[in-house]
């Protein structure tokens, strides 16, 4: 059973809304197993959405439209689907009722181009819209299913889930069900793109079902692992041996699974080993704090962060030592570990992570360019630290570091619970080395 | 001249990717007033890409596509544009060294597949990626222009901008222009959407050209203004007279224009008047140090952030006295004060702003709900406070603290900032009171 999904809408075309419903939609689609081969956008302009049913109902069994629905005179998407399919618009009084009924409720009177809304082709079913005003359409035509639901993504969701899904299921169990597609998402940091393909290349060759497309964002990939089966368990058996065969391959590079994130990760790691963390940044101003306040419970292993943007702060609040700035300057790996200390002491913490750089545009000098970060860990009295050259704007160099920083925490906490747990087994850990950017 | 914008990727169609690039090029293309009638997004699939490319370039005489031009075997752009225009591929030996040193420079290996970049289809031109590894291509066949872009956004960006809108400006000099659409979007904080809207009724019921269009977000309300007009200066000229009514209604609301930020307006102001800030934050766990950071300069203005997570921290960092934590709480109207007066202290800035707050999920009791914020600002010896009660998740009420935050800031420099220039106006800004969530 293949699918299209059609949105309706010039703001969509003109690009003042950005379109979440087609990703709503084929996620689902994707979960019990229908194809979906096209996409389309097209504006409010009636030839042209015609053109594109036409089109869509010419290749698919199931067209899903969104947007068009609503009182106003550009909202044409029902009178389209009549043109398309040859049928005349017939008002359905049950609906009119309903909708004078809603505006009632409301306290508001019903203006006359509401009652729009109550007519539809002759011969399709109206879909209930719990969530607003403007009901859906559901219309059989020459061996195609066409859904027209709300553009709203809140109204879209709810008439999606309440009258489209339930008549998918009932299909595809008709059909004998179909196939079922299932997906999981590796996630892997310290590693750049192609290094982690390269390690894996002969996997990604191999694979047809599951497959495997990697995907790269600023200081993570993801390897997302996909498989197509008669339903979700053996969809899920086929992932399982290929995830393990990555993971062997990449060790603990994989730092999670689908909605894990690099800080939620750690603070997993350091709230299980009850190890306390503070936070000391310069060029990263914040981030690194603010993703780890992003997980919620943290609070029971974050105690403190600092953003020392200038010397003074550096020096008076964390510490730093002034010989250290005068020396070797703020951007630097003496700084980058007398921060990690000064913060470890004063939260008290039992682990001290610092960032300090130049995430530009300006404040670069000849010998530290833009991108230049430097990255220490403190623990006890242990520290290690790191040197980057990142590339990007200012945000995507913020970003980079605290990835990076998040990921060296993640690495150390790794140890600690390796050692606690007494296996002996070192973790490697790709320690990201002096110039290497990922 | 019309456009026609095709996405690549099965990770569109299965809903893992929002496509923001066709948004992206659907704004700029209407920015000079080239219609895009259709986008459509197709899988990694060699037929299926063909076969969207023959349908848009029978139909447009732009098409411009984004993704599948990296070095993985499931990128194929390339060998479906040489298939559905009858061309072969062809080595270009200058990108293929222009790759390599690309590589060199970063001290990394190209891998074989790399070199898979540097084909193009015969008669094409490659188009530089000063941003990634893969070229782009143009390709000229029967009277259509058809742009290959890569499908990181800011690649394509980079891309879009030194290659595409260049050409296309040329294209439509050379064609006597188009008609223009222009946007230009105030933003406006401290007002819900209703209240808002309110307050400008007559004006959204009255306008048809240009169109105003009301858009919330958590905390900030963006109203797009859009006049369609046969040059840029036309436009403009229909935009001016709106924006200024909506002005002097909203007054002080409205905080910037277009790409403007709460951050950068507080930065902006803060920098001009040459006012030092400091920040200390426990419930938005450093989000408002990152925002102000974001900005470039901004260490002109901003000196120090604190993110005083725990209650012993904000007693020994920020001097809070024990007294209020075990009289008030931490998050209470005494505690949010004490923190800005001490982290003005510390830092030492002329500003203190703090946030103190339940973001929940957990953390809630009796008289203390989830959501419940307290903002405080020290300026010398002044001090204001607001209590808010938040809706939304854990992320939503940071952003939505962080965005009051920021927005009473920005009162209060403007206030400094009229002050200096001694007109005696008094800024009435829009400050947020008791229970007042916005």
């Known amino acids: 059973m293949n699918a299209e999904v059609i949105t309706v809408g010039t703001e969509l075309l003109l690009g003042h809304v950005v379109d979440t419903n087609s990703a709503y939609i084929g996620k689902r689609l994707a979960e019990v197993g229908i194809n979906l081969f096209f996409k389309s956008a097209v504006g409010d302009n009636l030839d042209r959405i015609v053109q594109q049913l036409r089109l869509s109902m010419s290749r698919a069994s199931i067209v899903i439209v969104t947007g068009g629905l609503g009182p106003t005179g550009d909202d044409i998407t029902k009178e389209a689907l009549a043109i398309a399919t040859g049928r005349e618009m017939v008002l359905v009084p049950r609906l009119a009722v309903e909708i004078e009924k809603r505006f009632a409720s409301m306290g508001r009177q019903m203006t006359p181009n509401n009652l729009r809304q109550a007519e539809i082709p002759k011969g399709a079913e109206p879909l209930p819209n719990p969530a607003g005003t403007a009901p859906g359409v559901m219309l059989e035509h020459g061996g195609v299913t066409v859904f027209l639901l709300p553009g709203v993504p809140r109204e879209m969701r709810t008439m999606f889930e309440d009258s489209v899904m339930p008549y998918l299921k009932q299909r ?42 990697p995907l790269a964002y600023p200081g993570e990939v993801l390897l997302r692992i996909t498989a197509r089966a008669l339903d979700e368990r053996a969809a899920l058996d086929l992932i399982a041996p290929v995830e393990e065969k990555i993971r062997e391959r990449l060790g603990p590079a994989v730092f999670g699974v689908d909605d894990e994130t690099l800080e939620s990760a750690c603070a997993r790691l350091a709230i299980k080993n009850r190890v306390r963390i503070a936070v000391a940044e310069s060029c990263t101003g914040g981030l690194i704090s603010h993703r780890l306040t992003n997980v919620p419970g943290v609070s029971e292993t974050y105690v403190l962060g600092v953003v020392s943007y200038s010397n003074d702060a550096k020096e008076r609040v964390l510490g730093v030592p002034g010989a250290v700035l005068s020396r070797y300057g703020a951007v630097s790996r003496e700084c980058a570990i007398a921060m990690a200390r000064g913060v470890m002491a004063l939260g008290p913490a039992d682990i001290g992570i610092a960032t300090t750089g130049i995430a530009g545009p300006s404040g670069a000098t000849p010998t530290k360019p833009v991108g230049l970060v430097y990255i220490a860990l403190a623990s006890g009295s242990s520290v290690v630290s790191s040197r980057f050259n990142f590339p990007g704007n200012r945000e995507e160099i913020k970003l980079r570091a605290a990835n990076a920083a998040l990921n060296m925490l993640r690495l150390w906490l790794l140890r600690i619970a390796f050692g606690r747990e007494g296996t002996g087994q070192e973790i490697k850990g790709r320690q990201a080395g002096d110039r290497e950017a990922v």
Do not use: F, H, M
Not at 174 to 184: L, N
Not at 185 to 200: D, N, Q, R
């Open 172 to 213: 595809l169990a008709g059909e004998g069900g179909g196939a079922v597609i299932k997906s999981r998402t590796l996630k892997v940091a310290g590693l750049g793109e192609s290094a982690c393909e390269a390690e894996i290349a002969d996997i990604l060759r191999e694979q047809t079902n599951p497959t495997i497309a």
